[in-house]
């Protein structure tokens, strides 16, 4: 199982906002398939699966507020 | 022309005797530091220079604000922290200024006015003015962390900025050869900047130095270095002649003072003129002694004024 | 009125006086591209005479904002970290801020120093952590540090228009958090602290960031029956003293919550001036920072910090004192 993390925004941040969530338990994605959108008090950041296979799990909703780490959505390659 | 520049050296030389006395005779508090010997170096450099445009100065500073036209009777004033000085008292001889003739002041610590030069050389290009500013150090200064990233974005940015580097061979009495390593114009080259290595004794040639340095900072084509090889016939500050030092020779002394700068000038006035001159100096300078003397002393209550353009008042060291 | 973030609202700021008066301009590193988040679309907007990138030459472009302020312009000097504020020291504290007396009255520097993103952030360790302001207060220097968005606006904006230097301190961990920021621009004066709770019990100072924990240890203490006021002075220099002592004259005791070195430190400052001048019906305490560098370990640099915890048992110990008098 790969762990698609809530990435690090800056040398600062420690929490940001999920303003878009694209993909659901079931969805087959691509390595560069852009699974979620958060936003930091810098920058908006597109977050990709990071690897080819099925979303298992969807750890966040769109408006949440999201740890730097956290584990976002979960795929089985 | 000459007989200008002249008479611009001669008040310096006569005013930085004048100050001698009066710190010795404690009318001036702490010491100051003379330029006698020096005074080719700010009378040619500052005669290239437009009323609007900016110098700094140093902790060595008298010369360069008497060149740039200021006031003697306000600046002798100021030595005797009083009331009318061009401070109001308040900065004395190391932080002497008039921002009106774009004296930007003396300063305390060396090479620390190259970067003010350097922001109002960039705030001259955006005004469009064709001013240009002149940043004024030693060797002793040469060595200074800042002046290097000066002449970096003074290079980089083609400001209109003179870096006149007074060379007098001694930072206090750590030799030019014992501090600094390579030389001081090629450093500058190094840089991508013009240098120029200078008589500074010879007021014609700093004059004409300057000139060509005012005129490349004008049409927008960047920095120049001037190396003004010069000599302070006096100790670094006034109480050195109580300090037995023995890092100059006598015998070096005397060379320099055969070709003291106010004699090389003399040679070319007309006959007659230089008593002339010297006589309307001395008078200037004795009026200035007695504007000063006459001037109010600052009353202990204003301690707080000037601290803050907004007026703020900064609280006591007693509680109230 | 719009639900900002604090780092947007300083953005705002400098963008609405960069507008309003030509003479403004930004200087520091990696300002065009905005590396800190502050400057974001002004070189877009302004252009490059206004929005300039400088070479690391701290000293050198500390001093050149001077020497523009001396010719008449206004500038906002942006430092990447507190500790290069170290490597500033002089040119604002020595050059900068005395020019003014020194000269006399001629010399006027209206010059900004902004650290956006100070003091620390979990893991950045012994160099970029620092919170130094009370070096600034120490020297007479204004110093401001808002808690919230819409005073880092207003702050901002008075920092931009005062004609003497400025330091602002804009802390990290008070960069993501949102406040409501009226469209329209607007100053606040420097000098006027804000009351954001009422209390009865005792005087909490919060500096900076700390307000919001602050906030929450009240509404924790509330529950036990002790009630806080919590004081936010948003400048550090000059403080208003006028108004602690108020809230003092109402509580009777103050403790101080302050996220930089205990010695020296701005709580030192707050405590020895209540205990002079103000009415204390207990011995005031401060929490502060431990005298330590700190470290990169997330334990060792938490066991450093001033932490809710003891902020509530510094104020069970105030209201136990003064209740044994």
Known sequence: MIEVHIPKLGMSTIEVDVVAVHVAPGDRVDSDTIVIEVQSEKANFEVEAGTAGVVKEVLVQEGDEAKVGDVAVRVEP | ?320 | MSRVRYLQALGKALRDEMERDPSVFVVGEDVRESLRGVTKGLLDEFGESRVLDMPISEQMFTSFATGAALAGRRAVVEYQIPSLLYLAFEQIVNQAQKLRLMTGGQAKVPVVYLVPGSGARLGLAGQHSDHPYSLFVHAGVKTVLPAFASDAYGLLVSAVRDDDPVVFFAPAAALPTRDEVPDEPYAIPLGRGRIHREGTDATVVAIGHLVHDALVVADELADEGVSIEVFDPRTLYPFDWELLGASLARTGRLVVYDDANRSCGLAAEILATAAEEMPLTSPPKRVTRADVTISFAVELELAALPSRERLRAAVREVVREAAHR
């Open chain 2, 1 to 320: 022309m000459i007989e200008d520049l002249y008479r611009t050296m001669r008040t310096i030389r006569r005013f930085e005797e004048r100050v001698v006395e009066l710190v010795n005779a404690n009318e001036i508090a702490g010491v100051t530091h003379e330029y006698v010997g020096q005074e080719a170096v700010a009378a040619g450099v500052c005669a290239a220079l437009r009323p609007d445009d900016v110098i700094t100065s140093t902790h060595r500073g008298h010369g360069h604000l008497i060149a740039k036209g200021a006031d003697v009777a306000r600046m002798t004033a100021e030595l005797l922290g009083r009331v009318d000085g061009l401070n109001h008292g308040r900065g004395g001889s190391m932080h002497i200024a008039d921002l009106g003739l774009g004296i930007y002041g003396a300063n305390g610590i060396v090479a620390a006015g190259a970067p003010i030069a350097a922001g109002a050389a960039w705030a001259a290009v955006q005004d469009g003015s064709g001013r240009l500013a002149v940043t004024f150090f030693g060797d002793g200064g040469a060595n200074q962390g800042v002046l290097h990233e000066t002449m970096n974005l003074a290079a980089l940015w083609s400001l209109p900025l003179v870096f006149v580097c007074e060379n007098n061979g001694y930072a206090v009495t750590l030799s030019q050869q014992r501090s600094t390593a390579g030389s001081l114009v090629e450093r500058a080259a190094a840089y991508g900047i013009t240098a120029e290595s200078v008589d500074g004794m010879d007021v014609e040639a700093v004059l004409d130095a300057t000139l060509r340095a005012a005129d490349r900072a004008r049409a927008g084509r960047g920095p120049t270095f001037l190396e003004c090889r010069t000599y302070r016939f006096v100790g670094h500050h006034t109480a050195e002649r109580t300090m037995k030092l023995g890092y100059r020779t006598d015998e070096e002394i005397a060379r320099w003072r055969r070709r003291d700068p106010l004699v090389l000038a003399a040679a070319k006035l007309d006959e007659g003129r230089q008593a002339a001159i010297d006589d309307e100096v001395e008078d200037v300078l004795e009026r200035a002694v007695e504007f000063a003397r006459m001037s109010p002393r600052p009353r202990p209550e204003d301690v707080f004024e000037f601290a803050y353009a907004s007026g703020l008042r900064p609280r006591d060291g007693v509680a109230a």
